[in-house]
């Protein structure tokens, strides 16, 4: 019997899920809450537990296949469990006791490690049974290192107030990292920074931006100030039908919740 699929994202800034029946090959429900009290320290779990119960009617903890990817934390990218022991453990120092780690692999080769608090893992485990824990922004670079050409592309996936820069060379991820943002001249700045940093030339490399832009924002026309090619990444969102959703909803929105469990 094939299960049904509840995609959740965790983000300080918003609470999104989509959901599949096992009779449908889309996502036939999708909705994205933009929080209005905006935590400073990752996920606020009052907000969450209530956001959780308000939705215990779209799924079913027995027959359903539960991914939640969680935005927030500091994550690390390595080749080897033993590598991820070591980088990690700075990170390690620096968060309050009582923390769980998350692993999961982007291929064979590469390994992504996460550290949420233990009160959000045991939150989440008293509303879904095994539940799949992802790091951040997984399903966004699962997509880039899966249908990326072999052009070689500075890829930046934006939420509010935080951001993340994937880039590889061929199918080998070459750099990762995120950092947080307050206003878009700070999101420039750090941009052309990662394009000093890894020397590639802002008039011959392109940006793909995905995530929560669209062309006619602020940053966007920002950037095409300053970077000779830069593009928002169309995303194949496999969602039924999001005319009837909310209009602040958009599919590129959802494109890491859904890129996480495929």
């Not at 956001?51 to 990817?69: A, C, E, G, V």
């Not at 008293?126 to 249908?147: I, M, T």
């Not at 590889?168 to 420039?188: A, R």
């Not at 006619?216 to 969102?237: K, W």
Request: with cysteine; charged share 15%.
């Amino acid at each position: 019997m094939t299960e049904s699929v509840l995609n959740i994202e965790l983000h300080p800034n918003f609470f999104a899920y989509a959901v599949k029946s096992p009779q449908e090959t889309l996502y036939s429900k999708a909705h994205i809450e933009h929080l209005t009290t905006i935590s400073e320290n990752g996920i606020d779990l009052t907000q969450l537990s209530t956001w959780l119960k308000s939705l215990q009617k779209i799924w079913n903890n027995t027959s359903q296949k539960i991914s939640i990817s969680i935005h927030g934390y500091p994550v690390t990218i390595t080749n080897t469990k033993e590598e991820a022991q070591i980088t990690h453990q700075t990170l390690i120092s620096t968060t309050p006791s009582g923390s769980f780690w998350i692993q999961e692999k982007l291929n064979d080769g590469i390994i992504w490690t996460m550290t949420i608090p233990i009160d959000l893992k045991n939150l989440l485990d008293s509303y879904f049974v095994q539940p799949k824990l992802s790091p951040s922004v997984l399903g966004f670079c699962k997509n880039v290192f899966e249908n990326s050409n072999s052009i070689q592309q500075l890829h930046l996936y934006l939420t509010p107030q935080i951001a993340y820069f994937y880039y590889q060379v061929g199918k080998k991820p070459t750099f990762y990292n995120s950092f947080q943002y307050k206003n878009k001249e700070d999101l420039l700045y750090y941009i052309l920074l990662v394009y000093k940093m890894l020397e590639l030339d802002t008039n011959s490399y392109p940006l793909i931006l995905s995530g929560m832009i669209e062309k006619e924002s602020e940053i966007y026309h920002l950037l095409y100030q300053y970077i000779r090619n830069v593009y928002i990444e169309e995303c194949n969102v496999p969602i039924k039908d999001l005319s009837n959703e909310d209009e602040l909803l958009h599919s590129n929105y959802l494109a890491n919740l859904i890129y996480t469990s495929n």
